[in-house]
C-alpha cells in the first residue's frame, strides 16, 4: 500500500474514531478507547507524513527507502508521547484479537469493536503495519581500523537510542569515538534469547536499535542471528548496513578465479573433528573461507595441508586493516613452515583462503588405455566407455581428455 493511502486511511480513522468517542451509546471505558485510537490513527498520519517529506526530500537518491523508515521510526511523537505509546499498545492488541480474522472474511476490511460492534476502518491494519515495530538496524563495525566505519553506520549510531552489543564494554568507546549518546545492552551468545526479548520490546516501543558485534558483520561468526530471527517473526524490518567483514576483506585479497566460495568460518578446535570436517569439503571446487584463533594456527593449517592436498594455494590474511596487517600467498604445503619461521607470523587475527579442489585428471592407466583405443581409430565416445569401464575412472573426464587429444592431433 502506498504511503499516501496508508496516511489517508490513518486520518480517516482518526476522524472516525474521534466522532464514535462521542456517541453516547458508548459506555466511559469503550469512549477512552476510541479516544485512544483516535490519537494512535492520527499518530500514524502524523509519523507517515514526516516520513514522506524526508522521502521526498531524498527521492533522487537510492536510499530514500531506508531514510523514510529513519524518519518514520524516530518520529519524536511516537517516542516521547506516553499517551500515544498507550493508545498503540491497545490498538496492537486489538489488531491481535481482532482484525486478522476479520480480514479473512470481510469482503471490504474492517474490523469490530470487540464490545459494541462499531466497526472500525481498516487504517488500523494499516497502521499496525506501519508503527507496531521500529527497525531493527544491523551494523557492521570496523575489524581494527576506526576509519573503516561508514558514514551511514554512524548515523545510523548516533541517531538510535539503544544499541546492543556482543560486549557492551569493548563498544562502549566505539561510541564515544563517533559521539553515540545511545545506551548499550549486552547481546552476547549467552544471553541472546533474553536479548531478543529485550530488544523486541523496545522495537514495539517504537525505538529503533542497532545490532553490532565486537568488530566485523554481526551474525558472522558472531552472535546476532537470534534476534534477527526474533525481529523478522515479530514482523518488524531487519535493515542490514554493508561494512567490514574479513571474510569479504581477505577474499578481495586472495585474487582466486574460482566463481564460488564457501565461507566456513571456524573449524572444530580438536585436530580429529577439525580433519573430519575438512574431509567434508576436499572434494569441493570452491574457495573455502576459514577464520582462525592465533593459538591454532599452526595446527589448522597442518591438517588443511593433509586433507585438502599442499599443492592448493592459500591465503593468510593477518590483522587485517591494523598496524601488523600481513597478506601472504602460497602453496598451502609452505604454509606452516612460513608461519613457523617467524613466531610474529602467528600473532593476531587470521582470515584464510584456501583455492578450491581442481578436479583430478584421469590416472595414467585409463590415459594409456585411451590412448590406445584412439589409436585403434574407435570413436571417440566408446573410447572413452572402454577406458572408463576398464579403468573405473569416470567416463566423462576420459570423454574429454580424448577431446583434448583429438585436439591436439588436428593442431599437429
Ligand atoms: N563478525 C566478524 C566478521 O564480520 O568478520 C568475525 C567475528 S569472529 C568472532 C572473529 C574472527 O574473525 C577472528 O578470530 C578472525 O579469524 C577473524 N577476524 C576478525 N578481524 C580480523 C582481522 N582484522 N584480520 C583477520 N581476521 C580477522
Not at 486511511?9 to 476510541?34: C, F, G, K, N, Y
Not at 595441508?305 to 587485517?320: M, P
Not at 602467528?346 to 590415459?367: M, N, R, W, Y
Amino acid at each position: 500500500m502506498g504511503v499516501e493511502i496508508v496516511e489517508q486511511h490513518a486520518i480517516e480513522a482518526a476522524v472516525a474514531l474521534s466522532r464514535m468517542a462521542q456517541q453516547p451509546v458508548l459506555r466511559r471505558e469503550e469512549q477512552t478507547a476510541a479516544l485512544l485510537e483516535a490519537d494512535a490513527a492520527d499518530c500514524a498520519a502524523e509519523r507517515l507524513r514526516a516520513a514522506q517529506a524526508h522521502f521526498h526530500e531524498h527521492r533522487d537518491f537510492a536510499l530514500a527507502g531506508d531514510e523514510v523508515d529513519f524518519a518514520a521510526a524516530h518520529a519524536k511523537v511516537a517516542r516521547d508521547d506516553d499517551k500515544t505509546l498507550r493508545a498503540q499498545i491497545i490498538c496492537r492488541q486489538r489488531l491481535r484479537a481482532h482484525t486478522i480474522r476479520t480480514f479473512r472474511i470481510a469482503p471490504r476490511p474492517f474490523c469490530l469493536f470487540p464490545k459494541t460492534g462499531q466497526p472500525v476502518f481498516h487504517a488500523h491494519f494499516a497502521f499496525a503495519m506501519t508503527t507496531e515495530y521500529a527497525p531493527l538496524y544491523v551494523v557492521p563495525t570496523p575489524l581494527g581500523n576506526l576509519a573503516d566505519i561508514s558514514e551511514r553506520a554512524r548515523d545510523v549510531l548516533c541517531a538510535v537510542n539503544w544499541v546492543a552489543a556482543e560486549d557492551t564494554r569493548h563498544s562502549a568507546p566505539l561510541l564515544r569515538h563517533i559521539g553515540a549518546k545511545a545506551r548499550l545492552l549486552a547481546a552476547h551468545a549467552h544471553n541472546e534469547n533474553a536479548a531478543a526479548e529485550r530488544v523486541l520490546a523496545l522495537l514495539a516501543k517504537g525505538e529503533a536499535v542497532a545490532l553490532i558485534s565486537d568488530a566485523g558483520t554481526p551474525g558472522i561468526s558472531d552472535p546476532g542471528a537470534r534476534i534477527v530471527a526474533h525481529a523478522h517473526a515479530a514482523g518488524a524490518r531487519v535493515i542490514p548496513l554493508p561494512g567490514p567483514c574479513a571474510a569479504v576483506t581477505a577474499l578481495s585479497a586472495a585474487g582466486f578465479s574460482e566463481a564460488h566460495w564457501l565461507f566456513f568460518g571456524f573449524l572444530p578446535s580438536r585436530s580429529g573433528p577439525r580433519r573430519a570436517a575438512l574431509k567434508t569439503l576436499a572434494a569441493l571446487p570452491y574457495a573455502l573461507v576459514f577464520y582462525e584463533a592465533p593459538h591454532r594456527i599452526l595446527e589448522s593449517v597442518a591438517d588443511m595441508t593433509q586433507e585438502l592436498g599442499a599443492e592448493r594455494t592459500v591465503l593468510i590474511a593477518r590483522e587485517l586493516s591494523k598496524q601488523f596487517e600481513t597478506i601472504q600467498r602460497l602453496p598451502l604445503g609452505e604454509a606452516a613452515d612460513w608461519l613457523a619461521a617467524d613466531p610474529m607470523r602467528q600473532k593476531g587475527e587470521f582470515a584464510l583462503i584456501v583455492s578450491g579442489a581442481t578436479k583430478a585428471p584421469p590416472a595414467d592407466e585409463a590415459k594409456r588405455l585411451l590412448r590406445l583405443f584412439l589409436a585403434e581409430n574407435l570413436p571417440m565416445k566408446q573410447a572413452a566407455k572402454l577406458a572408463a569401464t576398464l579403468s573405473g575412472h569416470g567416463k566423462n573426464e576420459l570423454y574429454a581428455y580424448a577431446l583434448e587429444i583429438r585436439g591436439q592431433r588436428t593442431e599437429d
